[in-house]
């Protein structure tokens, strides 16, 4: 009868502190409710992102609309921030001894898996388009930019930790999805 108590309860400690017992459920709550608050911060970031500068008696202006990949960030943290609010829903009704069926927790899963490998494509793409801004790309003649315009290129790395923030959020709760899905010892 222990053992099935200790596979459904998270044990949290802290330095100095009581132990404290965190069950799936609240779990999964925090990280739904981090993962919404780590896009919005990311979109914020990224939506009120733009410099001018003038180079060379041209004006350059910068801005995350200019490009597919951090319009596409933006558009994968919408959906997820969106769907993170809708899943958050969900979970509530799981928490009801009727509905705790494995068929739930299966889409439960493919949800959270859905929203991972979108927030990590819109990571990977928008960290491309970064890494080429900052470094250039030397063999197609590709110069830095980052260079003229700092401030932008600091604000969408800010966006693009709190993207993969988000992303380790739903990491965690695929995992999570996963392990309900596993199949209980039964004695």
């Not at 939506?47 to 596409?72: C, I, L, P, W």
């Not at 809708?86 to 889409?107: D, E």
Request: glycine residues 6%.
């Amino acid at each position: 009868m222990a053992s099935e108590k200790s596979s459904s309860v998270l044990q949290v400690t802290s330095s100095g502190g009581p132990l404290r017992m965190m069950t799936p459920l609240t779990a999964q709550v925090a990280l739904r409710i981090t993962a919404i608050v780590f896009t919005l911060i990311a979109i914020s970031v990224t939506v009120t992102n733009g410099q001018s500068v003038a180079v060379f008696g041209f004006k350059f202006e910068a801005h995350y609309s200019y490009s597919t990949a951090f319009r596409f960030l933006v558009g994968a943290n919408v959906v997820v921030c969106t769907f993170s609010v809708l899943s958050l829903i969900f979970v509530s009704f799981l928490s009801r001894p009727a509905s705790q069926h494995l068929k739930n927790y299966f889409f439960l899963f493919l949800h959270d898996t859905a929203m991972m490998v979108l927030m990590i494509s819109g990571c990977a793409a928008a960290t491309a388009i970064g890494y080429v801004g900052k470094y250039g790309e030397k063999k197609m003649t590709w110069q830095p930019t980052c260079g003229y315009v700092n401030e932008f290129c600091n604000k969408m790395t800010i966006s693009l930790v709190f993207s993969y923030l988000a992303f380790s959020a739903y990491l965690l709760l695929t995992l999570m999805a996963a392990h309900n899905l596993m199949p209980r010892p039964t004695e």
